[in-house]
């Protein structure tokens, strides 16, 4: 199986800072990752596909790089609705597997 | 716009078999993958299997042998099952629907699923 890592694992941040979460694979995905925001008790939802591609409805703030084996997702002004939880997904080869996830607090 | 509305049991004793369904509306079923992904209370995501229009299917490795995944394109509507559970899956089952090629794009409410003796 791919292993993803995210980085951190948790984060506080303050409202109009710029954060950003990495997520490297244990081997080349080429751009097959996704990423993914939960909140609190509610349904993850995708921000990012093709690493780098806004989901349709998505703020601008939210932003994706990356190919290979390391990619990052940047909140580029952090909201106070933006705090959750944030996920990594690669789907280059089955099994799908997704990063163990990044808490973001807000300060 | 596309919906996804799943169902079942939500409390199982151990040895018996989890069985969800997710009914698709307001989209086709060619083109697209189908498929589900749990969640542990207070952990992260894992995919569990994947099933395309035409019936092909993919399952996680180390669950393969006790899980069912299949399509009912006359009732728009696809469904899992696990054989055999135990406390350890104890989860949040969400139904997705993903592009050919793409990542999963739509989810359902989620269901949770207790294993409790």
């Known amino acids: 199986d791919i292993q993803m890592t995210q980085s951190p694992s948790a984060m506080s941040a303050s409202v109009g800072d710029r954060v950003t979460i990495t997520c490297r694979a244990s081997?080349?995905?080429?751009?097959?990752l996704a990423w993914y925001q939960q909140k609190p008790g509610k349904v993850p939802k995708r921000l990012i596909y093709?690493?780098?591609s806004l989901q349709s409805g998505v703020p601008s703030r939210f932003s994706g790089r990356g190919f290979g084996t390391e990619f990052t997702l940047t909140i580029s002004g952090l909201q106070p609705e933006d705090l959750g939880t944030y996920y990594c997904?690669?789907?280059?080869?089955?099994?799908?597997?997704f990063g163990q996830g990044t808490k973001v607090e807000i300060k | 716009q596309v919906q996804l509305q799943q169902w079942g049991a939500g409390l199982l004793k151990p040895s018996e078999t989890l069985s969800l369904t997710c009914a698709v509306s307001?989209?086709?079923?060619?083109?697209?993958?189908w498929g589900w992904i749990r969640q542990p209370p207070g952990k992260g995501l894992e995919w569990i299997a994947e099933?395309?229009?035409?019936?092909?299917?993919k399952y996680k490795p180390s669950l393969r042998s006790r899980v069912t995944i299949s399509l009912d394109t006359t009732k728009n509507q696809f469904s899992l099952r696990v054989r055999s559970v135990t406390a350890a899956d104890t989860a949040v089952y969400y139904c997705?629907?993903?592009?050919?090629?793409?990542?999963?794009?739509?989810w359902g409410q989620g269901t949770l699923v207790t294993v409790s003796s």
């Open positions: 307001g989209g086709s079923f060619s083109g697209y993958f």
């Open positions: 099933i395309n229009h035409s019936g092909g299917t």
């Open positions: 093709a690493a780098s």
């Open positions: 081997q080349d995905i080429n751009d097959y």
């Open positions: 997705v629907r993903g592009p050919k090629y793409s990542s999963p794009d739509h």
């Open positions: 997904l690669q789907h280059n080869s089955y099994p799908w597997t």
